[in-house]
C-alpha cells in the first residue's frame, strides 16, 4: 500500500517571501501522480499543482512549483512570492496511474502567513 | 470548471437517526464519485467509491450498512448515516469525476454533529 508522509505539521513564512512544504511517499509503482491540495478555511479542496511521474520535468503553475525526486519519493511544493490567501492546510497526494482513482493524502501541513 | 455541490453543508441530528447528505456535479456527468470523511485537523480518509449504477466498494473498516452510499444518476449521488452516533459527527466530503477530466474535484463538504 502507498503511503504519504508530511513532516512538517505547521509552516509559516513572511508575506511576499518563499516557502517550501515537504512531502515523501512510498510506493512500489512506477507510474503515478502526485498532487498538492489546499484546504482554506472555508474546508473546500483546492488542487494546486498536479505531477505525473513519468515526467521529469517539474510542475509548474504561477507562484507555485514542485521539487520532484522521483529516486528519493520527494515532492515537495514550493510558494513564491507568498500572499495571505495562501493561508491554508496543504495536502500532499498521491495516485496510482493503473486506473485506481483512489487518492491517498499525506497528514497536512498548516501555512500561516505573517503580514 | 468543474463545479461540484454538496447538500446539506451543515446538518445536526439526534442519535440514532438518520442523515442523508447530497453530492451533485453540476456541469458534468460524475461516472465516478467518492466519499471522504475528515476529523478536525486531520486528513481526508476515503470512505467508498461508487460508480454511477453500480454498488459503491468501501474501504477496509468503513461499514456499508451504516454508511450507505447510493449512485443513481451521472450527476448525483447521497450518503445515508443511518442510526448516528455522536461518534459519527464529522466533516464529510464528496469529489466527483468524469472520464473526461483528469482529476476529482472536490465539493464543499458536509458538516455533521449527532447530538
Known amino acids: 500500500a502507498q503511503t504519504v508522509t508530511q513532516s512538517q505539521p505547521e509552516m509559516s513564512v513572511q508575506e511576499a517571501e518563499t516557502v517550501t512544504l515537504s512531502c515523501t511517499y512510498d510506493?512500489?509503482?512506477?507510474?503515478?501522480?502526485l498532487f498538492w491540495y489546499k484546504q482554506p478555511p472555508s474546508r473546500q479542496m483546492i488542487l494546486v499543482i498536479r505531477?505525473?511521474?513519468?515526467?521529469?520535468q517539474n510542475a509548474t503553475e504561477n507562484r507555485f512549483s514542485v521539487n520532484f525526486q522521483k529516486a528519493a519519493k520527494s515532492f515537495s511544493l514550493k510558494i513564491s512570492d507568498s500572499q495571505l490567501g495562501d493561508a491554508a492546510m496543504y495536502f500532499c497526494?498521491?495516485?496510482?496511474?493503473?486506473?485506481?482513482?483512489?487518492?491517498?493524502f499525506g497528514t497536512g501541513t498548516r501555512l500561516t502567513i505573517i503580514p | 470548471g468543474a463545479v461540484v455541490s454538496q447538500h446539506p453543508s451543515w446538518v445536526i441530528c439526534k442519535s440514532g437517526t438518520s442523515v442523508k447528505i447530497e453530492c451533485r456535479s453540476l456541469?458534468?456527468?460524475?461516472?465516478?464519485m467518492f466519499w471522504y470523511r475528515q476529523f478536525p485537523k486531520q486528513s481526508l480518509m476515503l470512505m467508498a467509491t461508487?460508480?454511477?449504477?453500480?454498488?459503491?466498494?468501501?474501504e477496509q473498516g468503513v461499514e456499508k450498512d451504516k454508511f450507505l452510499i447510493n449512485h443513481a444518476s451521472l450527476t448525483l449521488s447521497t450518503l445515508t448515516v443511518t442510526s448516528a452516533h455522536p461518534e459519527d459527527s464529522s466533516f464529510y466530503i464528496c469529489?466527483?469525476?468524469?472520464?473526461?477530466?483528469?482529476?476529482?474535484?472536490f465539493g464543499p463538504g458536509t458538516r455533521l454533529t449527532v447530538t
Open positions: 510506493t512500489s509503482e512506477s507510474d503515478y501522480y
Open positions: 497526494a498521491y495516485r496510482s496511474a493503473d486506473g485506481n482513482e483512489k487518492l491517498t
Open positions: 505531477q505525473e511521474a513519468y515526467k521529469q
Open positions: 469529489s466527483a469525476r468524469s472520464q473526461r477530466l483528469k482529476e476529482q474535484y
Open positions: 456541469d458534468f456527468q460524475a461516472t465516478t
Open positions: 461508487s460508480n454511477e449504477g453500480s454498488k459503491a466498494t468501501y
